[in-house]
């Protein structure tokens, strides 16, 4: 090999090498601005590791890039809600259970009162006599002769009502129960004392469960119109 090692052997070897370098050199030297596309990238060429950190930004992810599938459990947290984002429009019928609501978040304005039954303790309300007495189940009208007043009454009939075995005394009776209070007013008469009493647990002239109403106008027994009312 030395004797075929000559000088233009040698200058011909470094010329050939010095031209391949300067070949290539010149070669990604005129690779010009954007000339490197899609087109020019072979499938999985860039990978996740050659990606820098932060280089993908929102500008670049289409709409509808992102679905379902491609976020990991627990990504999205409160704290990347905007506020207003979730609408009432998209929860699901029956995500939003008792279990998830804060205490006293449902106030009344927000409850429908026809979905509420009653309260166990209101039902003692029912027979309070405060309660009973804005609005009593049972009164009525009665004129001096016994007639009562239908208009003018409620929950007696004209026929629970007689004249006792002597004037100015009125047997009631209350269909539905017996009464464990009344109270009756005489009706306004000009110039007259007029006062008027009930009796309870059966008479002479008004047998249990009636009541008795005695009307007595200074003094003396009598006929006169008067208002009664019944309390459980």
Known sequence: MRRHLTYANLTATLALAIALGMGSAYAAEELGLRSVGAPQLRPGAVTASKLRKNAVTAPKIKSLAVKQGKVANGAITTAKIADGAVTQGKLPNG???TEKLANDSATGEKVDERTLSQVPSAARADSASFAE???PEAFAKI???GTLFPAA???IR?????QGIDPGIYCVNVPGFVPKGAQVTP???LNSIVTAFVKFGGTDSCPYPQVEVQIYNAG???KHP???VAYR
């Open 95 to 97: 995500t939003i259970v």
């Open 220 to 222: 003396t027994r009598q």
């Open 158 to 162: 004209v026929v629970d009502v007689k």
């Open 226 to 228: 008067f208002y009664f």
């Open 153 to 155: 009454s409620k929950g």
């Open 187 to 189: 009706e306004y008469a």
């Open 143 to 145: 004129d001096a002769e």
């Open 133 to 135: 007495s804005s609005n």
